[in-house]
């Protein structure tokens, strides 16, 4: 990797203990690790022992739910204070810990979530990386919120909402907090205090890359200073210069890996719609109706990722009826069927990681946002990149099974399926020369390990 030495550069790696957090974070701390960087890992001691990656160390923290984490709270402001004031006490003790060894904590990249590490990383006079697990697009919305740039409420009569570096923004390709800033004031306090001490950090990262997102971060740079450092994704579907890097090395649930292979071994390439809406999103049980019938209409061969938890919202008899054209499962890794050749289409949430990794795979979407920053995800899977659709929600917020199966149509076998797969294929080969050697986002992280090599050379 052109770094790799024997160095006393020790960086903690901090997640926010969500999946979605955790995966991006811990891929960060692999590649810091492959270019000679000890990481350590500190996370909740719920979260802890679902970690387990070759050379890097996890060590845990308090959020002061230690039985059972944000379930155990069950409201976010509790969450969130405990953990301010827990994980300040616990991080401060582990960067102590380290203190009079041969590498003592150098940096903390802490999730953009969880600003108070800043305040401890400055306590004990280390660096401190804030790392943004959004869009580049995101990232300026609120930022420009933050700075009073932006007014809220958006009013109707306003949109489209026009950003700097933004395609123009309507009513529903606004992150939802912003659109109902009413209904979700914790999200939206939580989003906003990303940037409460932003200016203080050492470095802002951002997982995304230059090509995917440039415009959007010419506008962001006025403001932040963002180092691009995206996809993080396991090198093995990039540029597959860590070894034996083909998943993050986290997971809160168990994958039914051999299930959903065995199957798509029988399947034409590109035949297949997966669909999954990630760990965090669940489907109204109309808006579940509407996709199941939209499937079976379809006459597609589909793998459908369902918690067992949501079964019961399924059209009665479904999983019976569909026995010869689709397969329901509890959990699938996702990767690996993504990367498989018998996947022609990801019906998606849009959520940013599960985004990073069809445009890194060059897997065509359908896409179905429900809230938070998944909108604006959409807005710009559709609209700029260009690499799918977005079926049209009714007065009521559902998309429709009719809608939903043109949207099938179009990706899969319309005219335009061969344009959209064009493009699939164009932003897969940019994700992989980003992270490649000497590309964008790798020399920005060959930029951060020199920078604290020098620095630990100084002292």
């Known amino acids: 990797m052109g770094l790799k030495r024997d160095t006393n550069v020790h960086v903690i790696v901090l997640p926010y203990p969500s999946q979605g957090h955790i995966n991006p974070l811990l891929q960060f701390a692999k590649r810091l690790s492959s270019k000679g960087v000890k990481a350590t890992f500190a996370t909740t001691h719920y979260t802890v022992n679902t970690i387990k990656v070759p050379n890097i160390e996890v060590e845990p923290i308090s959020d ?11 409201n976010v402001e509790l969450f969130l ?33 969880l600003p108070w590490a800043l305040d401890v990383a400055k306590k004990h006079g280390i660096y401190g990386a804030s790392f943004f697990t959004n869009s580049a697009a995101v990232c300026n919305i609120f930022c420009r919120i933050h700075h009073g740039l932006l007014e809220l409420p958006v009013k109707i009569e306003d949109l489209p909402l026009f950003v700097p570096g933004l395609p123009p923004l309507n009513c529903q390709d606004l992150p939802s907090f912003i659109r109902f800033p009413e ?54 579907y990039l540029d597959g210069r860590i070894e034996g890097d083909k998943g993050y090395g986290a997971s809160l649930w168990k994958p039914l890996g051999e299930e959903c292979i065995k199957w798509l071994k029988s399947k034409a390439p590109k035949s297949v719609v997966y669909i999954s809406f990630g760990s965090m999103v669940s489907l109204t049980k109309e808006q579940m109706e509407e996709v199941a019938l939209g499937l079976k209409e379809s006459e597609v061969s589909f793998l459908w990722v369902l918690r067992e938890s949501e079964h019961s919202n399924l059209p009665h008899g479904y999983i019976d009826s569909i026995k010869e054209k689709g397969l329901i499962v509890t959990w699938c890794n996702q990767l690996e069927l993504l990367a498989n050749q018998a996947i022609g289409c990801f019906v998606t949430h849009c959520g940013w990681n599960s985004t990073l990794e069809s445009l890194g795979l060059g897997v065509p979407v359908v896409c179905l946002p429900q809230w938070a920053d998944q909108l604006p995800d959409a807005k710009f899977l559709e609209d700029v990149w260009e690499v799918g659709v977005r079926p049209k929600e009714d007065d009521k917020g559902v ?7 043109e949207s099938l149509k179009v990706v899969m076998v319309g005219k335009r399926s061969q344009e959209i797969r064009k493009n699939a294929s164009k932003w897969m080969k940019l994700a992989r020369d980003a992270v490649g050697e000497n590309g964008s986002s790798d020399k920005n992280i060959n930029d951060f390990v020199n920078y604290l090599l020098n620095a630990d050379n100084k002292n």
């Open 64 to 74: 002061g739910f230690d039985h059972a984490g944000f379930a155990q709270a069950r």
């Open 183 to 236: 209904s979700y004031p914790a999200y939206m306090a939580m989003k906003l205090s990303q940037f409460s001490n932003l200016n203080k950090a050492d470095w802002m990262f951002v997982n995304t890359f230059e090509a995917l997102e440039g415009e959007v971060v010419k506008s962001l740079t006025e403001l932040c200073p963002a180092k691009l450092i995206g996809p993080m994704v396991p090198s093995a």
């Open 81 to 113: 204070s405990s953990f301010r004031t827990n994980g300040s006490r616990t991080l401060s003790n582990l960067v102590e810990k380290f203190q009079h060894t041969n590498t003592p904590v150098t940096c903390i990249v802490y999730d953009s979530f």
């Open 399 to 405: 998309v429709r099974k009719q809608e939903f199966v």
